[in-house]
């Protein structure tokens, strides 16, 4: 089984560089229902979005942090000291006593410890159809008798809020449960049961906890948790707790009663073998890619039907068209997962209005919003890269191929936000105040990258979607294969003479009446990397040499070249100077994807060019193994160096493409 170990410092060799390293690296478990758990391998939360259960009632609607964490106490004949250290403002006098010596991801997370008295084991596990986590606590060697302590710390709010001391937290006892509630959230409760442990109760509100990287990101960064009470149980010799928390309605404990964990955690190893053997390779890398996939896929139901779906990130993104069809073929198709991926093309075409795929659903009740003028035609190349690698063509002509002719239509003929086909057959849409592409910042109606009118990138899939038509059509219907390669012949001789600027060699980024903007930005590479290119082989290479020289870093491609006075080379700040920075110079490696397969096909996919982008994608696997979270990539980093990550800690599209880069650069 794949497995992802990291190791960390003795017991006795805690330096405060290392427990900086520890707070600073994040682990991640998510279900299918888009609920997860995560926190720092110091067992420290520096975010509001860390617990060890955040759920849903209505997944993925209006996530709560239900469970925040837990303290674990240690009492001897010599003292008393604590396994997880929390940080407070102003800061506690405690310091950190016992660090985690080992960590350890597959099916759950693990964290040995080791002390004079013990040698421990704790994991965690996530069920994949529930919000229930079961916190093991596995005593393998008891070299001292002692007492253990486990006190619950609740917090019972939106992921995205934060708790002060109120008067609305209640707990009581439902046969074997101890249930907790929140006035404030009506109609959800959090479960806890052991039979190993006896229950104390001594109700306390702990206050002040401090969330550095909430501070650091500009937002309120200290909160106060409830705690009921704590479990207590004399350690004497070798022992096996199971902790359960559950987070759901008031049914939730039926689904909570007679639980085993080793039958989940069998449940959990079956999933990844699964998912494994879909793979038809040993690379372990490809497996490890694969396995942090699935922590983005998750169930959802329209009206009766059951679909999948693709969260964007975590900890705080939904399901959004673009990134779900930009992931798709990484994370599904890749993955041998045909049946998984025309689940999610279906999820968005059945939710499509005027000719339009959702940008995004809201993790709240305000539904689906269709502000972009790319994830439509996004859907349509995720749709025909699915329907060539499945060979689908039954399901892919019946239910995907109308969807895909009603979006070219509603573009040629004018849809939302005034998207629509130009004289000269190339896409515009939008105005100044409408961030329609992906690069899409914008902080108290201030744009950071207008993009209306003509969008390189937009057009580059414009072609596509209709060059895939033609092939489509071809001895199938003469009439319409001939009517797309028209309109296909004048795209490309409008996208020439649009875009291309002859004495930069290179294509502009965006085209608006007479204002052509020549910024160097990685939105061009897309005219090559996709299957049909508008531009011929000499201006192919030249685009890849132009975002080479200028934008390709360890990490992925920056949004801006650092020569223009518009650059900011540094992700940080509140939220006004991070729109700033989001596509002004900031890395996404999810562009590392795109750039590896232009790279490739001007390259003839030599041996030589695919040792070189092999040795480029290097870095972001290291990150992906050993840094910020482990077996997750990062939505950013800094356009400088040392690249520091930035933002969403676990990003779809970013092991999708990597994933796929690999995979290019390893056949």
């Known amino acids: 089984m794949a497995e992802q170990t990291l190791q960390l410092p003795k017991a006795n060799q805690i330096h405060i560089s290392e427990y900086e390293r520890l707070i600073s690296t994040e682990w991640l478990l998510s279900n299918r229902r888009g609920s997860f758990a995560c926190g720092t391998l110091c067992g420290n939360n520096t975010r509001r979005y860390h617990g060890l259960l955040v759920g849903a009632i209505d997944p993925v609607k209006n996530r709560t942090v239900a469970l925040s964490n837990c303290q674990e106490t240690i009492i001897t004949e010599q003292g008393r000291f604590n396994l997880n250290y929390f940080e407070f403002d102003p800061p506690a006098l405690e310091k950190p006593v016992v660090l985690p ?263 709240d009740h305000t539904g689906a919003s269709y502000n972009s003028i790319d994830a439509s035609l996004w859907f349509i190349h995720a749709a025909f890269r699915y329907f ?100 296909a012949n004048r795209i490309a001789e409008s996208f020439c003479r649009c875009f291309w600027y002859q004495q930069g060699r290179y294509l502009y980024d965006c085209v608006n009446g007479d204002n052509k903007d020549a910024s160097v930005r990685p939105n061009q590479i897309f005219a090559v990397s996709l299957p049909y290119s508008p531009l011929d082989i000499e201006q192919q290479k030249a685009v890849v040499d132009c975002v080479e020289a200028n934008l390709l870093t360890s990490y992925g491609l920056r949004t801006l070249a650092p020569g223009d006075s518009k650059y900011i080379g540094v992700y940080r700040g509140g939220p006004a100077e991070r729109d700033r920075a989001y596509h002004q110079g900031t890395v996404w490696p999810w562009l590392i994807g795109a750039f590896t397969e232009a790279y490739l096909k001007v390259n003839n996919y030599s041996k030589q060019s695919k040792r070189i982008a092999a040795e480029r994608l290097e870095p972001l696997l290291d990150h992906f193994a050993n840094s910020t979270c482990i077996g997750s990539i990062s939505e950013v980093f800094d356009g400088d160096q040392p690249h520091q990550p930035g933002a969403a800690f676990a990003q779809a599209w970013s092991i999708a493409e990597v994933l796929r880069a690999y995979l290019m650069t390893h056949t």
């Open 388 to 487: 060539k690698a499945s060979g689908d063509n039954r399901g892919f002509s019946s239910r995907l191929m109308p969807v895909i002719r009603w979006i070219i239509d509603s573009y040629l003929q004018g849809t939302k936000f005034g998207i629509k086909a130009d004289s000269d057959s190339l896409i515009t849409g939008g105005s100044y105040d409408t961030q329609l592409t992906w690069m899409d910042a914008k902080f108290d109606n201030v744009v950071f990258t207008p993009r209306n009118g003509k969008a390189v990138e937009v057009n580059a899939l414009w072609y596509n979607a209709v060059c895939n038509c033609v092939d489509f059509y071809k001895g199938k219907d003469a009439v319409l294969a001939e009517r797309f390669q028209n309109l």
């Open 101 to 363: 010596s080992g960590f350890k991801k597959e099916t759950g997370v693990h964290f040995n410890y080791t002390t004079p008295q013990f040698k421990m084991v704790k994991s965690i596990y996530l069920m994949s159809d529930a919000d229930i986590v079961a916190i093991e606590y596995n005593f393998t060697s008891v070299l001292e008798k002692f007492e253990f302590n486990v006190r619950p710390l609740a917090a019972m709010r939106g992921y995205h809020s934060l708790v002060k001391r109120q008067d609305n937290f209640t707990c009581e006892w439902q046969e074997d449960f101890l249930s907790i509630k929140n006035e404030k959230i009506p109609n959800a409760q959090i479960l806890m049961a052991t039979d190993e442990m006896s229950f104390i109760e001594d109700r306390q509100w702990w206050h002040n906890f401090f969330y550095r990287i909430e501070k650091k990101r500009g937002f309120d960064y200290t909160e106060d948790l409830w705690s009921p009470g704590y479990y207590r149980r004399t350690i004497d010799g070798p022992t096996r707790i199971v902790l359960w928390a559950g987070f759901g309605d008031n049914s939730l404990d039926h689904r909570m009663s007679g639980l085993d964990v080793d039958v989940i955690i069998d449940d959990l190893k079956l999933q990844h073998k699964q998912i494994i053997s879909n793979l038809k390779t040993r690379d372990e890398t490809v497996q490890l890619l694969a396995l942090a996939g699935e922590q983005f896929i998750i169930d959802k139901k329209i009206e009766k039907l059951k679909t999948k779906s693709i969260l964007a990130g975590f900890p705080w993104f939904a399901d959004w068209g673009r990134d779900a069809f930009i992931s798709l073929e990484g994370l599904l198709l890749c993955c041998g997962r045909y049946e998984d991926a025309n689940s999610v093309l279906l999820n968005f075409a059945y939710n499509a209005d005027e000719g339009m795929i959702a940008n995004f659903f809201g993790d």
